[in-house]
């Protein structure tokens, strides 16, 4: 099994910047490729970005391109999600996931999930 810990969600005013941490326990080996969604309230959990587990390769969805950027760290069995110029349109629960396929956007792909952390932009 392996267990998933959001932290570093918050308030920020629009165009500010938050940085996002997960980290990951148990048989962190199981699970290769990592990724971000949110949701917001009402609306589906989109996919935000993934990262294979060299950390070389990386994957955003068209919105968050050039804002946001996603890394990990193996040697502390956590990933980071870096949020900057921030919108209120950002405002959600984001969620950190583990999967297999770190090119697959698709909640489908990931096997474990964090219990989310919000982040709330302000205008």
Do not use: H
């Amino acid at each position: 099994q392996v267990q998933l810990v959001e932290s570093g969600g918050g308030l920020v005013q629009a165009g500010g910047s938050l940085r996002l941490s997960c980290a990951a326990s148990g048989r962190t080996f199981s699970t290769t490729a990592m990724g971000w969604f949110r949701q917001a309230p009402g609306k589906e959990r989109e996919f935000v970005a993934a990262i294979s587990w060299s950390g070389l390769s990386t994957y955003y969805a068209d919105s968050m391109q050039g804002r946001f950027t996603i890394s990990r760290d193996n040697a502390k069995n956590t990933v980071y999600l870096q949020m900057n110029s921030l919108k209120p349109e950002d405002t959600a629960v984001y969620y950190c996931a583990g999967g297999k396929t770190w090119t697959n956007a698709q909640p489908s792909n990931y096997d474990y999930w964090g219990q989310g952390t919000q982040v709330t932009v302000s205008s």
